[in-house]
């Protein structure tokens, strides 16, 4: 990714000409029609486009498109988000015209192969799952929360309950609670413990001064005002909750349900299925765990998997196998209703499927074995150099902060600009919230030796910087068009169209 010498790239707009043109129309031949379109739907102003050629238009988008990074330009290690390769077989699958040119109103009579291929997913991520149900209507992990928070409503109501309370634990992604506050529920936080798993007991914040309520002092003081909970696992400190069976125990002792946020099954994959500890519903990231492409917020996939209890609640139309083929199952009385239009993201579905058929099952838990092994190399790797916080075995993903660099003055923000500088993306950092200055580094199993070893010596020549030339890794990124930006202005202030300005 070196970048030096890329000369900055001016505006689409400031390369505009008048008269420019990347076309060249005969005359109008013909009578020009009478404009009827209603005055409220023209534009009461039109802002220049710009006027180009389609040499200035290829070159300016191909230069940009060279500054980006991918996956596919190296290792991209974002622990939570999970970028991983995206095998070109899923993708060529997803491409065939039967399955991307077919019309989502078509009768099913007409798309049977299409409807075959839902139906054996939701079978294979029943098995995956060990649970009874699914749907593939969610078009995201967040999107499948918020659908397993409206079938625990929908439950409680079926029973004439109205809880209002939903528990989750400290280190929980961020849309847990978003999306337990969209359902209408009230977020009741739990704290880790020293290990990185959710507490049962209270645990004393001393920094804060205060006790925060373990598992079993929030079920004595809210009781069966809990609806559930909602819990990672593994974690987002990739460490497995040993003690899920008992969670789930104290859970159903009081009429409430598991809601477990499925997104990290890549490191569960053909080794644990959730459905045998007890969880009664979870969603699972496609993009995370079947290697569909991860794009800015979508399209994307995140099927829900249930128990039989629940299932009657599903979104709908079902897809269903009946005698005669493969039909859409509209008759769900009870059902949440539609959570995507017609039956989600379905190329999605079919890069899952052509990953979980080219796997095979023993293809998958190896998958899983290998994310598991090659972030624990990068742990072995850099363990004595960065700081763990919790040392308890990690799975998929190790989050490790910079308690020892900042002493030095260097930061988890300077060693990811480091890593910019050495080729590599820089792993997600500050997330999780429970460790201070976090380094969440995720491999992914398609990453080979030579890649991790390479990840590693930069991380350790970064360690090394941070003693002996601090300021070096303070000014980093020099090999990139632009160095630092303004993070926070980007995030909360973002110019997302050209004024003319
Ligand atoms: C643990 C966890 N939960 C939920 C999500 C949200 O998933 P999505 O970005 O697909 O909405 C993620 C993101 O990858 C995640 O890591």
């Not at 593939?136 to 659908?147: D, I, S, V, W």
């Not at 309950?161 to 609670?177: K, L």
């Not at 459905?275 to 979870?282: L, Y």
Request: some cysteine.
């Amino acid at each position: 990714m070196d970048m030096a010498l890329t000369p900055s790239e001016t505006l689409i707009f400031e390369r505009s000409a008048p008269g420019k043109t990347g076309m060249d129309l005969p005359a109008l031949d013909v009578p020009r029609a009478a404009d009827t379109r209603p005055a409220h739907l023209k534009r009461q102003s039109f802002e220049a486009m710009p006027e180009v050629s389609e040499v200035d238009v290829v070159r300016h988008f191909t230069r940009l498109s060279r500054w980006n990074f991918g996956v596919d330009d190296g290792m991209y290690p974002l622990g939570s988000c999970t970028m991983k390769h995206n095998p070109r077989l899923c993708e060529k699958a997803a491409g065939l015209p039967g399955f991307a040119e077919s019309h989502p109103l078509a009768p099913p009579k007409h798309v049977q192969g299409n409807l075959e291929l839902m139906w054996t997913l939701q079978e294979w991520l029943k098995e995956i799952t060990g649970l009874d149900a699914v749907t593939l209507h969610p078009a995201a992990g967040a999107h499948g929360e918020l659908t397993g928070a409206l079938l625990i409503r929908a439950y409680h109501v079926s029973k004439g309950a109205r809880r209002s309370i939903i528990i989750i634990p400290d280190s929980a992604h961020g849309t847990n609670p978003a999306t337990a506050a969209m359902a209408g529920y009230k977020c009741v936080e739990a704290p880790s413990q020293a290990d990185g798993t959710i507490s049962f007991d209270d645990v004393t914040d001393a920094a804060a001064g205060h006790v925060k309520k373990g598992l079993l002092s929030l079920i004595s003081e809210h009781g069966r005002e809990i609806a559930g909970i909602m819990i990672t696992n593994p974690n987002t400190v990739g460490i497995f909750e040993y003690r899920i069976a008992e969670i789930v125990k104290l859970m159903h002792d009081i009429g409430a349900l598991v809601y477990m946020d499925g997104a990290n099954m890549n490191a569960l994959v053909g080794v644990a299925r959730p459905g045998d500890f007890g969880v009664d519903a979870m969603h699972l990231n496609l993009h995370k765990t079947f290697s569909t492409p991860h794009g800015g917020g979508g399209p994307g996939s995140g099927p829900v998997a249930c128990t039989a209890a629940l299932a009657p609640f599903l979104p709908r139309p079902a897809v269903v196998k009946t005698q005669s083929g493969f039909d859409l199952d509209w008759d769900r009385p009870q059902s949440i209703g539609k959570m995507h239009s017609y039956f989600g993201n379905f190329a999605m579905e079919v890069r899952a499927m052509a990953y979980c058929l080219s796997h095979g099952s023993d293809g998958l838990r190896q998958a899983t074995m290998r994310a598991i092994m090659n972030a624990n190399y990068i742990r072995k790797g850099l363990e004595g150099r960065y700081h763990l916080q919790y040392d308890s075995p990690t799975l998929h993903e190790v989050v490790f902060d910079d308690a020892n660099q900042s002493k030095y003055g260097v930061t988890t923000l300077d060693i990811a600009k480091g890593l910019i500088d050495r080729g590599f993306h820089p792993p997600t950092i500050y997330f999780p919230l429970v460790i201070h200055g976090a380094l969440m580094i995720e491999p992914t199993e398609s990453e080979g030796k030579a890649e991790l070893d390479a990840f590693v010596e930069a991380m350790a020549d970064i360690a090394e910087r941070a003693k002996d030339d601090p300021e070096s890794l303070r000014r980093s990124p020099v090999k990139t068009p632009v160095a630092r930006l303004d993070e926070t202005a980007a995030a909360r202030k973002p110019i997302l169209r050209w004024r003319g300005e």
